[in-house]
């Protein structure tokens, strides 16, 4: 008696159920990566920049419990950090410099 025996339909229209949803949704998010413009690193590395990603938002978490305070930091803070590479990085409050007369 092989293991293909003791497997009726409706387990095997499960199985077959998880795993077309589950294919579905690797291509539904391949193109949804593929065809966003934002960030560069989510769209060439899919999977390492989600990661990248989770674990910078589970930064200050694990700074609270491993390493230095986010006030503590060579040259600068983590908060003064924050306050430069935000902006810069979704050009919130990014003003140019240079003239403002039109040459």
Do not use: C
Not at 30 to 46: C, D, E, G, M, T
Not at 72 to 87: D, Q, T
């Amino acid at each position: 008696m092989s293991w293909l025996e003791g497997i009726n339909f409706t387990t095997s229209l499960v199985i077959l159920l998880i795993m077309a949803v589950s294919i579905s949704i690797v291509i539904f998010m391949y193109f949804f990566v593929r065809s966003q413009k934002r960030h560069a690193i989510l769209r060439n590395y899919p999977i390492l920049g989600r990661m990248r990603y989770m674990f910078e938002k589970a930064g200050p978490e694990v700074r609270q419990y491993l390493f230095n305070d986010d006030n503590i930091g060579k040259p600068f803070s983590r908060e003064e950090y924050l306050h430069m590479v935000m902006p810069g990085k979704y050009l919130s409050s990014v003003i140019g410099f240079g003239s403002k007369r039109d040459f």
